[in-house]
């Protein structure tokens, strides 16, 4: 029997990518997928990009190989060559990264070529005509990245002109309406059609603004100040000190975790308060202020001394403190 043609797909947990590995099975190929997990898309934050991966693979019955993109992701973010989207979102570096990635497993396993979901005109950083171009030509992947959805739309790749795929098999999809990805699935049997992605974490708006700030005043964040993004308020002390108040408990248990040697944590002594956590070069010049944004956070009375534990490195200690008033901690607030 004949081997069936090898080929790459490059798969989040959006329609389009689902969509996408499914017109190439229904050509016979034999699609193996890839999923790029950074360090602002970990696959399990409900938001699309990743989501429900390995669900997705099985559910298509495709192999999948997962990468992760850390350091040299967190190093691309610092300058990226082709600036960002509205939030922090370096999208057309950040798709070149992850088709490089996807180009090395295509050569490890001797794939022809590599799909992804890329809808023309969809997204409008990254899928107007030069943008796919560019990630074309960067990640070395010139006429070997085909886009399934609207490939009768764009040039004719190197499949095509060897005859490995027709291209009246490809789709002309185009824009950001989704009812042509509907009915597709519809076609393909896909229960449940995921809602359209909504990018990774560096295109909310919110989460941008303290990305922003991470950057502007660290060379290199580490995946530990990232994950502190993610979770709790946050408030920027002066240039090397930062300040993070756990908004519930799940957050109290996380920046306990992500704490590290030098960081002290926070907790009032007499009332039900969160954990808070400063991190930075002047720790002890800030230990008050952090202190009393605690207590304020916390069902202590108003206008009243109240004790709060400080932990450093395993040794704690008490601080008495009057609660700090609204306008003054929000001159902090990222
Ligand atoms: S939204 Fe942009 S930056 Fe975020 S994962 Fe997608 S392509 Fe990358």
Same mark, same amino acid.
């Given at each position: 029997m004949e081997e069936k043609k090898k080929v790459v797909a490059l798969l989040s947990g959006g329609l389009d990518s689902r969509l996408a590995v499914k017109m190439m099975q229904n050509q016979g190929f034999d699609v193996t997928a890839v999923a790029i997990k950074t360090p602002f898309c %970990?696959? %399990? /934050? #409900? &938001? #699309? /990009? +990743?989501? @429900?991966i390995r669900e997705t693979a099985d559910m298509l019955g495709v192999d999948l190989k997962t990468v992760y993109l850390g350091d040299e992701y967190i190093e691309m973010l610092k300058n990226p060559k082709h600036g960002f989207g509205s #939030?922090?979102?370096?999208c057309i570096d950040c798709r070149v990264m992850m088709f490089k990635a996807g180009k090395q497993v295509m050569e490890n396993i001797g794939a022809d070529f590599i799909i992804s979901g890329e809808v023309l +005109?969809? &997204?409008?950083?990254?899928?107007h005509g030069p943008a796919l171009r560019t990630i074309e030509k960067e990640s070395g992947l010139e006429g070997k990245i085909? &886009?399934? $959805?609207?490939g009768r739309l764009l040039p004719a790749t190197q499949p095509e002109v060897d005859g490995l795929?027709? &291209? @009246?098999?490809l789709g002309m999809i185009r824009g950001r309406t989704r009812k042509e990805q509907m009915r597709l699935a519809k076609e393909f049997g896909f229960e449940n059609p995921p809602n359209a992605g909504g990018g /990774? $974490? $560096?295109? %909310?708006p919110k989460f941008a603004i303290r990305a922003k700030d991470l950057f502007n005043h660290i060379e290199t964040p580490t995946t530990n100040d990232i994950d502190l993004l993610k979770i709790g308020r946050h408030f920027r002390f002066d240039q090397k000190t930062k300040f993070i108040v756990g908004r519930n408990q799940d957050e109290n248990e996380m920046l306990k975790a992500l704490a590290l040697p030098g960081d002290v944590l926070f907790e009032t002594k007499d009332h039900v308060g969160p954990i808070s956590l400063l991190r930075g070069q002047d720790i002890e010049h800030n230990l008050k202020l952090a202190a009393a944004i605690t207590l304020r956070y916390s069902d202590a009375p108003k206008d009243q001394q109240g004790i709060v534990i400080l932990e450093k490195d395993n040794t704690k200690t008490e601080i008495s403190v009057l609660q700090i008033s609204e306008p003054e901690y929000l001159q902090y607030r990222i």
């Open positions: %970990d696959f %399990d /934050c #409900g &938001r #699309g /990009c +990743g989501f @429900e #939030g922090m979102n370096p +005109g969809q &997204r409008p950083m990254s899928q085909v &886009r399934p $959805l609207s795929i027709k &291209r @009246e098999d /990774c $974490l $560096l295109t %909310d």
